[in-house]
DNA sequence: TAAAAATTTTAAGTTAACTTAAAAATTAAT
DNA sequence: ATTAATTTTTAAGTTAACTTAAAATTTTTA
């Protein structure tokens, strides 16, 4: 399968699996940079291949094919990020990156071999969890979006979910990161604010960034 | 540039650093799979692009640019191949095809990486020299091929020039790779076969081998 | 609930990287 | 040194993955 299909089928697998729901082609193609013309002939291509049920103006669904093939790809992309994270002292946004790329370009022993290295690990140092070899994720998701965080408690960071440069560069400044201890001492209902203290710095953080760190509580 | 383009013109840069000398678009379509026409047309494209001469019926010639580009990807390709040859136990034709594929997709960032994480290695596990960051290689080659070896004469295996799996299921039982020891016995000039000892195995070969297995005076 | 706004689809066209088949030129052989 | 064989080029055509622009449909809003 060709790059182009991969990266179709797994913007639809990652939409889906964040609950962003909307997986029209205009949607998908917005994430993916290409025209909206072009993401409606790839999902009737696709239907074709038995990858995803299309229905004209309707929203996309992976079949369970298209499931295991985006369960594939994502595996291997978040083996890569644990790995060159381990191996290597380079920038979450950086290392993102480099999967990017190497995702599509991996054989399935590959995979294997450094999933082997990494001791198998269940996630990825953005906190996503990593499908095994079979394309289950066998790990359960209880976190919850910093926004909707109780007012004083305090958490564990457990996932990341962004691929924006200027998001990690703010991380890795203010020592966000997976697996860190943060509380948070004020919610700004009304201005859709939150505010942590992490060490001993204090933050207030608006939902752009509230919505994609997660947290567990402690 | 496309990996189409970076395969083209690796194909020619290996003709020429190996004295295959021949470089005409119908060679290297070969080398690549694809038909020469296909190389006849890719070939008029790249010299626009200044990657390389083209002259009709003539032997294409790399630029300065083409060169550079071509050491470029081999210096990835050969990382990449040190690289997985130290951390996982693949086979040097299953290294080979991964990094095949790894070459394409990894920035010079990452390529740093890789080979400070190796202490900037010279040479990969087939014993090819691998270009510097800036595409050089700085390592002078005396090896010679076995066909050509002295008789009675120990070697050390310098170079495996092939990426043929059979020839590398071969090398693996019979213990000939890179920087290990042999000793040529007999040298059947007309028969242009060669026999050689290696550890306590005597084995006579062919010239398909013997031309592609090199090696340096001990 | 009808009109306005937004989105999706269709239609037509482009580009890169191929193909096959025939014509042109080169290389090899007698 | 011709002719035969081989190789390269040209010409015409295909496919995947796009594009833009207009038509069809859905969604929003007043």
Redesign the interface.
Known sequence: MSVAIENFIKAIYNNDSHDIKDTKPGNIAKQLGISSAAATDMAKKLATKNLLHYEKYQALQLTDKGTKMALNVVRKHRLWEAF?FK????SLH?IH??AE??E????D??AD??SA?LGHPKFDPHGDPIPNSNGEITTEDHSIALADAKEGQTYVISRLMSDNKEFFEFCALNDIKYRNTITVSKQFITNKMTQITIGSNTIVLNQDFTKIIYVDEK
């Open positions: 060159l191996m290597f002292d380079m950086d990156r480099e790329l190497l599509h370009q991996t054989s022993l590959l071999k450094i290295y």
